[in-house]
């Protein structure tokens, strides 16, 4: 059995990849969410995805036989992958060059999820200027112990501090335990400079309160509070596309989400995949910016104490 979807042949169409529908439980069968209702989940959505998953250089999270079996990443495409998916190569640390995935329209959506995907992964930055970085992300990773309520209040606080330095980052509910704190950048500086400024950024709040805040990666380090990861903003590095699905029970979405409505949620898997349709950009203001050169001086120089 199969079923065209944006003129890619879907194989086991009817293959149950959620068996708990979860929220936004709206165009669902009883089985649960099934392979060619996340393929046609991602054509709808794709207009609003592309936005900020086209021409992006991917890690694909894929559960072949849904989320009962083996799960695995993989940033290099390998054979066989359908031609919606499109390569490139990319000169990697070591000097050697690698293919890496990306799409540029639905199909490419489509075509992923015909071969396991569930989740996309994105860089911060297009493939026509690898080395200009267009976003800086900070990714809210909370100790197991510590409840939504805490990383909202962290995700509100962190804009402050942000918008005190001149910049405005937009919101997104990860679909896990977190929020990104997004901030669309203008593509003048290279991977150190957007590298410096994050963990400059991040070691700062958590100089600052201590408390509440760590930049170590080591999960004992984090009992109780919350990691500001700022690894997001290396060459190579990927963060969850908005609107992707999370390979979580439930089904649930990272969905964009304005700042007051931020304040009102209790939960970062709020939205499955209806709400995530017909909400949309709802209430997200994203404007390019740039990290300037009296920004870093500010950071470093509180650094310094």
């Given at each position: 059995?199969?079923?065209?979807?944006?003129?890619?042949?879907?194989?086991?169409?009817?293959?149950?990849?959620?068996?708990d529908?979860?929220?936004?439980?709206?165009?669902?069968?009883?089985?649960?969410?099934?392979?060619?209702?996340?393929?046609?989940?991602?054509q709808?959505?794709?207009?609003?995805?592309?936005?900020?998953?086209?021409?992006?250089?991917?890690?694909?999270?894929?559960?072949?036989?849904?989320?009962?079996?083996?799960?695995?990443?993989?940033?290099?495409?390998?054979?066989?992958?359908?031609?919606?998916?499109?390569q490139?190569?990319?000169t990697?640390?070591?000097?050697?060059?690698?293919?890496?995935?990306?799409?540029?329209?639905?199909?490419?959506?489509?075509?992923?999820v015909?071969?396991?995907?569930?989740?996309?992964?994105?860089?911060?930055?297009?493939?026509?200027?690898?080395?200009?970085?267009?976003?800086?992300?900070?990714?809210?990773?909370?100790?197991?112990?510590?409840g939504f309520?805490?990383?909202?209040?962290?995700?509100?606080?962190l804009?402050?501090?942000?918008?005190?330095?001149?910049?405005?980052?937009?919101?997104?509910?990860?679909?896990?335990?977190?929020?990104h704190?997004?901030?669309?950048?203008?593509?003048?500086?290279?991977?150190?400079?957007?590298?410096?400024?994050?963990?400059?950024?991040?070691?700062?709040?958590?100089?600052?309160?201590?408390?509440?805040?760590?930049?170590?990666?080591?999960k004992?380090?984090?009992?109780?509070?919350?990691?500001?990861?700022?690894?997001?903003?290396?060459?190579?590095s990927?963060?969850?596309?908005?609107?992707?699905?999370?390979?979580?029970?439930?089904?649930?979405?990272?969905?964009?989400?304005?700042?007051?409505?931020?304040?009102?949620?209790?939960?970062?898997r709020?939205?499955?995949?209806?709400?995530?349709?017909?909400?949309g950009?709802?209430?997200?203001?994203?404007?390019?910016?740039?990290?300037?050169?009296?920004?870093?001086?500010?950071?470093?120089?509180?650094?310094?104490g």
């Open positions: 059995m199969t079923e065209r979807i944006e003129g890619v042949t879907i194989s086991h169409p009817e293959r149950v990849i959620f068996a529908a979860g929220p936004g439980k709206a165009g669902l069968t009883k089985a649960g969410l099934t392979k060619a209702r996340l393929a046609r989940y991602y709808q959505i794709a207009p609003l995805m592309l936005e900020e998953a086209a021409n992006r250089p991917l890690s694909l999270l894929r559960l072949p036989d849904g989320m009962a079996g083996e799960r695995f990443f993989q940033k290099h495409p390998g054979k066989g992958f359908p031609k919606a998916i499109r490139m190569q990319i990697e640390s070591d000097g050697e060059a690698a293919p890496y995935a990306y799409v540029t329209d639905a199909a490419g959506l489509v075509a992923a015909q071969m396991g995907t569930v989740e996309f992964h994105i860089w911060p930055a297009r493939r026509d200027r690898l080395e200009r970085p267009d976003r800086l992300v900070l990714d809210l990773d909370p100790d197991e112990g510590l309520d805490a990383v909202r209040s962290a995700a509100l606080s804009r402050g501090r942000l918008l005190d330095l001149g910049l405005e980052p937009w919101a997104m509910l990860t679909g896990g335990k977190g929020v704190l997004v901030v669309p950048l203008r593509r003048s500086l290279g991977w150190d400079d957007l590298k410096r400024f994050a963990r400059g950024f991040a070691a700062l709040c958590a100089q600052e309160e201590p408390d509440r805040y760590t930049v170590e990666l080591a004992a380090s984090r009992r109780g509070r919350i990691f500001i990861d700022w690894l997001r903003n290396e060459r190579g990927t963060a969850v596309a908005p609107f992707s699905v999370r390979a979580r029970p439930g089904a649930p979405v990272a969905a964009p989400i304005g700042w007051d409505e931020l304040a009102r949620i209790s939960t970062a709020a939205f499955g995949i209806a709400a995530a349709q017909e909400r950009w709802a209430g997200v203001t994203r404007v390019q910016q740039s990290l300037t050169r009296p920004m870093f001086e500010a950071v470093e120089k509180a650094l310094a």
